[in-house]
């Protein structure tokens, strides 16, 4: 008997009297190939139709996520939660909408997952399999449906820890395709990631209110004050040249400083979208960076310019314990700073 229950296993002699075995799968009678991989993928096809026949009428991809999107496991969950699976979802129901969830397999799993790592997008890839076992799991429990062992076996794309940075000429590369692809607000938020050190979520929530002047030294000084969402600090961001020139220092006090094109308050994957079109057309794709980099990149270049690592933390918000750990890795020791270094001495 074969291991597997569904295939039976056949021996015949031959008119050479020799002995040869066959294999059938039992529900259909049809003969099964004798190479395993070929074998597997047929057994898997034959089994997904199975499912399909026993399925009802509404297991579809699109009656799944609306499904999960009216159940607790869903609506129970912090907003940034929602708002970040949402950003995960709404592309793969666009595409697999209509697709039966029975009919989805390990293969069609690996593709979809080699696609978007193909694109250079590791961590994008990562979430949306964790989003799509999170699915399926909610309609093995929740609506009785059979659902591969396989699909929850693919491997999620290796990432270690972060540790990219931007170079000048990738953020040249992405103001000029931000200019040419007609995306001024892709332009502002660069500016806004790479002269401020600040979250996306925070950058996002900046309103002209929270620009503020005050006179340090004998000059006017623009300051960005915001209290930051993930750790509640107060910080107060100089605002530098180059950022305020994109700003303007006029505008209503409520308005937003990155707005969407309606004026609302851009929504994480809406401005994901955005920037990904514009940082593939910019050639970054293959490059790994994101926008959260900019942070970690801002970091770096002030280090570079000569600020102290409590000035450094000042501006990012970051604990003193962990801008020293950010810019234990990523500081260049060399003449170049060595020559910085020096000129603090009287």
Do not use: C
């Not at 590369?173 to 502002?188: H, K, S, W």
């Not at 100089?238 to 020139?245: A, G, N, S």
Request: glycine share 6%; net charge positive.
């Amino acid at each position: 008997m074969h291991s597997d229950q569904g295939i039976k296993l056949v021996r015949r002699r031959l008119a050479d009297g020799t002995e040869r075995a066959y294999l059938y799968d039992r529900a259909t009678g049809r003969r099964l190939p004798d190479d395993p991989a070929a074998r597997a993928t047929v057994v898997e096809d034959l089994r997904r139709r199975e499912r399909l026949a026993r399925a009802p009428e509404s297991g579809t991809f699109e009656d799944l996520i609306r499904r999960y999107y009216a159940h607790p496991d869903f609506t129970a969950r912090r907003p940034r939660t929602q708002t970040f699976y949402r950003e995960h979802i709404e592309p793969l129901r666009k595409v697999y909408g209509d697709l039966p969830v029975v009919l989805m397999s390990t293969q069609w799993l690996r593709e979809l997952r080699d696609e978007i790592v193909d694109q250079g997008h590791l961590h994008k890839a990562r979430h949306r399999l964790v989003v799509v076992r999170l699915l399926l799991r909610f309609a093995m429990r929740e609506i009785d449906l059979e659902i591969p062992r396989g699909l929850f076996e693919v491997r999620l794309p290796s990432i270690g820890a972060r540790d990219q940075v931007w170079t000048m000429e990738q953020e040249e590369r992405f103001l000029a395709a931000a200019d040419a692809q007609g995306e001024p607000l892709m332009r502002l938020a660069l500016l806004l990631g790479a002269y401020t050190a600040q979250r996306l979520s925070d950058i996002l929530a900046m309103r002209r209110e929270q620009m503020v002047r005050t006179r340090e030294e004998g000059r006017t000084i623009w300051w960005i004050r915001l209290l930051q969402a993930k750790t509640a600090a107060p910080v107060d961001v100089p605002v530098h040249q180059r950022l305020l020139k994109a700003l303007g220092t006029k505008g209503a006090a409520a308005e937003l400083l990155l707005p969407s094109p309606r004026g609302l308050q851009m929504d994480r994957w809406s401005f994901h979208r955005a920037w990904d079109r514009v940082f593939d057309a910019a050639g970054l794709a293959k490059s790994g960076l994101q926008f959260r980099d900019l942070r970690r990149t801002a970091m770096v270049r002030l280090a570079e310019g000569g600020a102290t690592p409590i000035q450094i933390a000042a501006i990012s918000g970051h604990t003193i314990e962990t801008t020293m750990r950010i810019l234990e890795v990523y500081i260049p020791r060399n003449r170049l700073m060595a020559l910085a270094g020096m000129r603090h001495l009287k």
